[in-house]
């Protein structure tokens, strides 16, 4: 039923403008569950929906590219108009693009199975391998936090880290909570969730050479979906599902 309402959602924001669409713009984004699904599961996850549904708002159709994220980074920083979700904006990346919208808070923590860890002091001193995902701001954070190379273990967006924990191959996992909580019911043992080491914005960016046009256009309608409250409720609709 929550799927439908906002396969429903989107739809009402699309189909009206559908016709008189000024362009078809390329949406760059991993399959990061449930911030982006790249395959439709009856949405394109938290992330992913309220971006479609603001594209859409403005006027504009939408061309998803499922590319793996390093190389997705690279090809919006480096192109022209194109766009990219769910992207953190830090210190290493903010000359890099141009940064359209917030569309969602992340905050991150380690997922254990033993005692959670109080800081990140904490986490240095107790975990010899972390799994990370690779290209993800997480990494970053680790190592701004004085974690060692060797202590950063990186797998691919879409990896199971729930599983690698039971199979002893890391002892934590460093990631967005929504992440570490979509994966804890497919994971046989309970995993155990630190306080909240980081919070940052996710947002709907687009290359360094973006069109300040289209780029106004695609800020009013992200603050507009936010503001009417349209962008929580979707986004809270996939945590109610777990």
């Known amino acids: 039923m929550v ?19 000024k362009e078809i713009l390329e ?3 991993p399959d990061a569950p449930p ?10 996850g ?3 929906d309220v971006a479609l549904a603001a594209i859409a708002r403005a006027g504009y159709l939408s061309h998803l590219h499922v590319t793996p994220w390093i190389r997705a980074q690279q090809r919006v920083s480096r192109g022209d108009n194109l766009l990219i979700i ?4 830090s210190r ?4 890099l693009y141009t940064w359209i919208a917030p569309i969602m808070v992340m905050e991150r923590a380690f997922f254990s199975l033993d005692t959670p ?21 997480q990494m970053s954070i680790l190592k701004n936090q004085g974690f060692s190379d060797e202590q950063i273990v990186s797998i691919k967006l879409g990896d199971n880290p729930a599983r690698m924990l039971e199979l002893g191959r890391v002892d934590a996992w460093f990631t967005g909570v929504p992440e570490g909580l979509y994966q804890w019911p497919g994971s046989r043992n309970e995993l155990r969730m630190s306080t909240i080491m980081s919070r940052d914005d996710l947002y709907l960016a687009c290359s360094k050479r973006c069109d300040k046009v289209m780029v106004e256009e695609l800020r009013q309608s992200v603050e507009a979906l936010r503001r009417e409250g349209t962008a929580q409720t979707i986004m809270d609709a996939y945590l109610q599902q777990r």
């Open 117 to 137: 860890v109080a800081d990140f002091a904490e986490a240095r001193e107790r975990y010899k391998r972390i799994a990370v995902g690779m290209g993800t701001a």
């Open 86 to 89: 769910p992207l953190t904006r």
């Open 46 to 48: 938290m992330v992913g």
């Open 3 to 21: 799927l439908r309402w906002l396969v429903l959602t989107i739809s009402l924001l699309i189909l009206p403008q559908a016709a008189w669409a």
């Open 27 to 29: 949406l760059h984004m």
């Open 92 to 95: 290493e990346r903010e000359a």
């Open 35 to 44: 911030l982006t699904f790249v395959s439709f599961q009856g949405g394109y």
